[in-house]
């Protein structure tokens, strides 16, 4: 395994790992939290990136993640506004935001399908100058979701946070209690948003580049590293779970990184992940489809011998 | 107070399911009035509570409580001041949260935080919970960093009950809240309702399928029929009353007999 996995593969897939880690939180807020699978995360993304970009090209590279945040924000308010005041699913809110996104980025792109910044500025060649060597990208990835995973768990837990959290655990009781249920999806959504546009601002300014396509297949990825972080730490307070997520992000592209060095192309990757989130969303009830089949074989092998002799007992009484 | 006027509502209207649920109602509540509502099924009594809640808007009529009309206000803006307590104890708590987390959004309807939505639970809050659960007696208090979901149905329904009475409401609505729970968790419920209830003055309608309770609990008796109540009954008149002579009555007001099943089978228990 050592020629396989190199110190800067390591690297790479580490700094890719906290980058989108932000999207997995993001992910954590509306669908573990929130109980809401939101479908505009691949058009909020792209969004994140092309705002970050045009902003980071005009020479604001801080500005530009602030506004890539913002513009997720307006995005998932949006979304929220849509189920909450509108009366649109859930899932077709988010399917509806998606679509019009993909027309909102290619027009903040100025109408291109694709930039680049290789000239300019950002908080990477930032802090290449500042610290120097070649840990210098992990280690604004890092601080970056440190101060969003301090963040998220201090605010889930304040009386606004738990006013989220139950209203995604149990909606009758939020009713019943004096929490407007419309302004905690809002809420949440709007933060959830924000920082799925700021891992696309931030994976602007890291490759240098936005592509209209980046966010293809994103809320899968997420949900992914999502999935992989929970089972690996379970449930437990909400530091806990924050910490799993973006552990699970890392593993994520660990395991695309060694895809990679074993030239599988990089177009499979997406089946991958598909199959990933759809074996571990599936696994609950697998495991409870196999502890019945279980239970059936067990009682047939018990009751095996009296249905036979109950079977004879019934041939004997016709012979006589 | 709560104050009722000619109440009317209707499911489904203009299809074949519809269905007139509420009936000109009326009902005037005094202040720390505890009155016991029992029917037929589908009599209306639990949509008489979700006309009062807000959980929907009645087509007619107007609500008034505690001298503001409430009758188009928010169903989460009414709650603040309205306790309700469903049948099903897990309606009334979030499973994946603590019981301190839960508790701590109960407080969330004191007025003094409604601009506290950055604050966390504070040692006085802990303490405070922490002294109010072990009222309770089922050990609740030295479990408070557990999940709701780990706790029996009896213990959420009573965490609920003190989350629902945390802050005084100005009307506890209980919908056959020990009617899920075993005999033994029932009557424990039962009790600290009433011992909340009487302590603290609270205006207070129980829905109950057990007639003997409907009798003995609180100062009043209403029962419903057909979405209207048919009969009322407090004071010496009450007092004097046998469950033979409250279902008498009603075969009288409501011109047939009492078709409840978990009545009979209630009638079978106490006999």
């Known amino acids: 395994m050592g020629s396989i996995i190199t110190l800067s593969i390591v690297q790479s897939a580490l700094e890719l790992g906290f980058i989108y880690a932000l999207v997995a939180l993001a992910l954590f807020v509306s669908f573990s939290i929130l109980n809401i699978a939101d479908l505009s995360t691949d058009g909020c993304f792209t969004l994140g990136c092309a705002v970050c970009a045009t902003v980071t090209l005009a020479g604001h590279p801080v500005l530009g993640l602030v506004a890539a945040m913002a513009a997720g924000a307006a995005s998932g308010f949006i979304t929220a506004f849509l189920q909450t005041r509108m009366g649109i699913q859930s899932i077709l809110a988010g399917i509806i935001v998606n679509t019009g996104l993909y027309t909102v980025n290619i027009a903040v792109m100025g109408f291109a399908s694709n930039m680049n910044l290789f000239a300019c500025d950002t908080v990477f060649s930032w802090a290449k100058e500042a610290i120097g060597g070649t840990w210098y990208k992990l280690i604004v990835a890092v601080v970056v979701v440190l101060l969003v995973g301090i963040f998220l768990a201090w605010f889930l837990n304040t009386r606004l946070g738990l006013s989220i959290r139950a209203t995604g655990d149990n909606p009758d009781m939020v009713r019943a209690s004096s929490i407007n249920t419309g302004l905690m999806i809002t809420i949440g959504l709007c933060v959830a948003n924000a920082l799925t546009g700021l891992s696309g601002g931030l994976l602007a300014q890291y490759q240098k580049s936005c592509d209209i396509n980046l966010g293809t297949g994103m809320v899968t990825i997420a949900l992914a590293s999502l999935i992989i972080g929970e089972s690996i730490l379970g449930r437990g307070g909400m530091p806990k779970r924050v910490l799993g997520v973006v552990l699970g992000s890392c593993l994520y592209r660990f395991v695309v990184a060694i895809a990679m060095r074993l030239n599988v192309p990089a177009e499979c990757l997406k089946l991958v992940s598909a199959l990933i989130v759809a074996f571990a969303i599936a696994l609950p009830y697998l495991k409870k489809q196999a502890a019945f089949l279980r239970q059936r074989r067990a009682a047939k092998e018990e009751n095996q011998v009296f249905l036979q002799q109950l079977a004879d007992g019934q041939k004997g009484g016709e012979e006589e | ?271």
Request: hydrophobic letters at 40%; one cysteine or more; a positive charge.
């Open chain 2, 1 to 271: 107070m709560l104050f009722m006027k000619n109440i009317s509502k209707t499911f489904y209207p203009g299809t074949v399911n519809e269905k007139c649920a509420l009936k000109d109602l009326n009902l005037t509540l005094a202040d720390g009035d505890f009155a016991t509502i029992v029917g037929s099924n589908g009599a209306g009594k639990s949509t008489l509570f979700n006309a009062i809640t807000g959980a929907f808007y009645v087509d007619r009529g107007l609500i008034v409580l505690d001298g503001e009309d409430i009758t188009y206000q928010k169903e989460h803006v009414r709650s603040r001041v309205i306790g309700h307590l469903f049948q099903d104890p897990l309606k009334g708590t979030a499973p994946h949260m603590t019981i301190e987390e839960n508790m701590a959004l109960a407080y969330l309807r004191a007025k003094s935080s409604k601009n506290a939505y950055f604050s966390r639970i504070k040692a006085a809050d802990k303490a405070r919970f922490r002294e109010q659960l072990a009222l309770l007696g089922m050990g609740l208090e030295d479990r408070m960093k557990q999940p709701v979901g780990l706790l029996s149905g009896g213990q959420r329904q009573a965490l609920t009950l003190l989350m629902a009475t945390m802050v005084t409401p100005k009307i506890l609505l209980l919908d056959e809240h020990t009617a899920a729970l075993d005999p033994a968790t029932a009557k424990k419920v039962l009790e600290l309702t009433k011992k909340i209830v009487e302590e603290r003055r609270i205006t207070c309608l129980m829905v109950t399928h057990n007639m003997q309770q409907a009798l003995a609990l609180g100062n009043r008796t209403l029962m419903m029929d057909a979405g209207n109540i048919v009969l009322d009954v407090s004071g010496e008149k009450r007092r004097g009353m046998t469950v033979e002579d409250l279902l008498e009555q009603f075969a009288l007001r409501a011109g047939k007999r009492l078709d409840n099943d978990r009545i009979l089978f209630s009638k079978v228990e106490n006999s």
